[in-house]
């Protein structure tokens, strides 16, 4: 059973910092890997996503890399401002046993940028 | 542009009650849909998933019951909420046939009392 882990589970860094927040999970056999931002009391927003056959995405201050072979990923966040404080999620998807594509979350990252 | 909706926003509901969450799709056709559920301190899990008109899988043996009774409409339900049932419910679509990004709506919160 694929299980994903996020550490920190919270973090708080002051304004223009960059930082990283971590994601592993247990089976490498990953269709793809996506990061979330879910803001209190929200849905959940898709910031980036990573497919099984790349390295690593970017979006603006963004940039997520993926190691499948070790069961990592890794968001980094440059120059980071109030806005960016959110809870960060990761989600690994894989096709399960009965053919079907589903994603795995972890529990989140919740960041607090101090201004 | 796809959007997706998700409705009621809040629901306050007595144990027992029934239930009915909705979630439409616009702008594309043929999606996956999800419903997903977010309880405090947990991380989402997945509750039904959906490929078609009619065809529902479900992950977790509970209460709830899904539905898509058209293209891009997917509904949540139950018969009779239990206190269990209180929390953070989420649909959510991709496109159909490929394994792509998830896209979410803006949840459901319910409190079961």
């Known amino acids: 059973k694929q299980e994903v882990t996020q550490i920190p589970a919270a973090l708080s860094v002051p304004e223009g910092e960059n930082l990283v927040l971590n994601c592993s999970f247990t089976?490498?056999?990953?269709?793809?890997l996506q990061w979330f931002r879910q803001d209190p009391g929200k849905g959940l927003t898709s910031l980036l996503l990573?497919?099984?056959?790349?390295r690593e995405q970017t979006s603006g201050r963004l940039n997520a890399s993926l190691d499948k072979s070790s069961g990592r990923s890794t968001l980094y966040i440059a120059a980071s401002q109030p806005g960016d404080s959110a809870t960060y999620l990761c989600?690994?998807?894989?096709?399960?046993?009965?053919?079907?594509?589903?994603?795995?979350f972890g529990k989140g990252t919740k960041l607090s940028v101090i201004p | 542009s796809q959007t997706i909706h998700q409705w009621p926003a809040t629901l306050v509901q007595p144990v027992g009650s029934p239930l009915s969450l909705e979630c439409t799709v616009e702008g594309t056709s043929n999606p996956n849909l999800y419903w997903y559920r977010q309880a405090a301190g947990r991380g989402l899990q997945l509750l039904f998933y959906s490929v078609g008109i009619g065809q529902i899988s479900s992950e977790v043996p509970q209460n709830l019951s899904a539905s898509r009774p058209q293209d891009r409409q997917f509904i949540l339900s139950s018969k009779k909420l239990l206190l269990s049932d209180s929390g953070f419910y989420l649909c959510?679509?991709?496109?159909?046939?490929?394994?792509?990004?998830?896209?979410f709506g803006e949840g459901s919160r319910l409190t079961v009392l």
């Open positions: 990573i497919q099984s056959s790349q």
């Open positions: 989600a690994v998807g894989y096709y399960s046993g009965a053919g079907s594509y589903q994603l795995t």
């Open positions: 089976d490498s056999a990953i269709y793809n």
């Open positions: 959510a679509w991709s496109v159909r046939l490929a394994a792509g990004e998830l896209f």
